[in-house]
C-alpha cells in the first residue's frame, strides 16, 4: 500500500507517535488498561470546560454513526419528542435513524448551503408543545458549514428543551463551552480532531439528564445509560473495547495539550482553510460555503467545468501523495478537502501546487 496523506474529515493522516502506541497489546480486564479509560474521560471534560461534579463522560465501541444513535435512542423517551434540525447528510442520518427507531420526531431542514432560521425554529417549538429535544449536527461535513450553535443553545435553554449537539467534526478542533451553551449530550468521535483512529466514539452529557434515562434505551449494545453505569465504576467498557484504539487516542490528546490546546489547533486548521480557499480561488475553483460559514474542518469546491473528471483528478492527486473527498451533494457537483488532521501549510501549499498542474496554470 502507498504512503499518502488523508485530506479527509475522519479518518486523518495521525502522527508517527500515535500509531506506535497500538503496536502493544492491552487487556481490557487490567488495572493499567481501566486507569487510560478513567483518564480519557476525565481529560474530555476538560476540554469540554465543565465541572465534573455536573457532567460525565461516556466512550462508546463504533463509528460516529453508532455513537449518535446511542443517543438517539437512549436520550429521547417514549413520551418525548425531539426536533431535528438538518441541512446536509449527516442530519437528515438522524432523521433517519428516529425513522427506523420508531422514535417520535420533527425535522426541520433548509437548503444544504444555508443557515437555520431562528425565527422558524422559535415558531416550531411555540406551536408544538410536545417537543422535548433538540437536534442539530453543529460541523455538517456534507459542505462543512458551521452550523450556529450559539443561537439553538439559546432557544433550547428558553424553551427549556434538552439539546443534543453532533459535534462529531468540532470537538477538539473548535473551542465549545458545553457548560454554558448548556448542551446536554456532546457527541464527538475517536479520529476527528483529537486526531486518533477510528474505533469508538464518546459523548460529554449532562449527569442528571443522564441519569433520567434509566430504562430508555431501544438497544442493549448502545444503551448509553447502562455503559455509564459500568464503566463509572473503574473505567471497565461493557463488552470489548478496541484496546489499541484507546491507546492511541489517549496519546492523541496528549499531543494536542502539546500543541497548546484546542485554540492552537483551531488556527492551524483555519489558516489550512484560508490557504486551501485563497489560492484554488485563483484558478477558478470556487468554494460552495461562503466564507463567513465556513468550518475550518473541511471545504467544499464546486467543479471548476463541466467537462472536470473527478475521477481522473482524485488519481492524478493520489498518485502524487494525497488523498481527497468526492462530494456528498445531489443538487450540484462538488468535491471535498479535509483541513484537518497531521495537515500543516507546507502541505496545503504542496496540494494547491498539485491541483494547479492539473489545471494546467503551472508548468506540470
Known amino acids: ?9 475522519g479518518p486523518l493522516t495521525t502522527t508517527k507517535t500515535v500509531k506506535e502506541e497500538m503496536l502493544l497489546d492491552r487487556c481490557t480486564w487490567d488495572q493499567d488498561y481501566k486507569d487510560i479509560t478513567q483518564k480519557i474521560r476525565t481529560q474530555l471534560l476538560e476540554f469540554a470546560s465543565v465541572p465534573q461534579e ?34 446536509g447528510a449527516y442530519g437528515e442520518r438522524i432523521v433517519k435513524m428516529a ?3 420508531g422514535l417520535n420526531y420533527v425535522e426541520y431542514g433548509v437548503a444544504y448551503n444555508e443557515y437555520p432560521e431562528e425565527m422558524d425554529i422559535r415558531r416550531l417549538l411555540e406551536e408544538d408543545q410536545q417537543i422535548t429535544h433538540i437536534a442539530m449536527v453543529h460541523c455538517e461535513t456534507t459542505t462543512g458549514i458551521l452550523n450556529p450553535i450559539d443561537m439553538i443553545s439559546k432557544l433550547a435553554k428558553k424553551f427549556d428543551k434538552t439539546l443534543i449537539v453532533d459535534a462529531m467534526s468540532s470537538f477538539g478542533g473548535i473551542d465549545i463551552d458545553v457548560a454554558e451553551l448548556g448542551i446536554d449530550y456532546l457527541i464527538s468521535s475517536a479520529n476527528k480532531c483529537i486526531q486518533g483512529v477510528p474505533g469508538f466514539g464518546f459523548v460529554i452529557t449532562n449527569l442528571e439528564k443522564l441519569k433520567a434515562c434509566e430504562g430508555n434505551a431501544r438497544s442493549l449494545s448502545l444503551d448509553l445509560y447502562d455503559q455509564w453505569k459500568e464503566m463509572d465504576k473503574e473505567g471497565k467498557w461493557r463488552y470489548t473495547s478496541p484496546t489499541h484504539v484507546v491507546a492511541a487516542f489517549a496519546k492523541a490528546m496528549e499531543e494536542l495539550v502539546e500543541e497548546g490546546g484546542i485554540p492552537a489547533r483551531f488556527a492551524r486548521y483555519q489558516q489550512n482553510n484560508y490557504l486551501l480557499r485563497e489560492r484554488l480561488e485563483k484558478i477558478g475553483i470556487q468554494a460552495y460555503i461562503p ?7 473541511i471545504t467544499t469546491f464546486l467543479f471548476p467545468s463541466e ?17 481527497i473527498y468526492p462530494g456528498k451533494l445531489t443538487d450540484v457537483d462538488t468535491f471535498r478537502i479535509g483541513n484537518i488532521g497531521e495537515i500543516y501549510e507546507d502541505d496545503i501549499q504542496e496540494l494547491c501546487t498539485i491541483i494547479e498542474k492539473y489545471m494546467k496554470v503551472v508548468a506540470a
Not at 57 to 72: D, I, P, R
Request: hydrophobic residues 35%.
Open 99 to 101: 425513522q427506523t427507531n
Open 291 to 297: 466564507v463567513e460559514k465556513q468550518s475550518p474542518i
Open 54 to 87: 455536573a457532567y460525565t463522560t461516556v466512550l462508546m465501541q463504533g463509528s460516529g454513526t453508532f455513537v449518535v444513535e446511542s443517543v438517539m435512542t437512549t436520550a429521547i423517551g417514549e413520551q418525548d419528542k425531539v426536533l431535528i434540525v438538518t441541512n
Open 307 to 323: 467537462q472536470f473528471s473527478f475521477e481522473q483528478f482524485y488519481g492524478y492527486v493520489k498518485a502524487r501523495g494525497y488523498v
Open 1 to 9: 500500500m502507498n504512503t499518502y496523506k488523508l485530506l479527509t474529515p
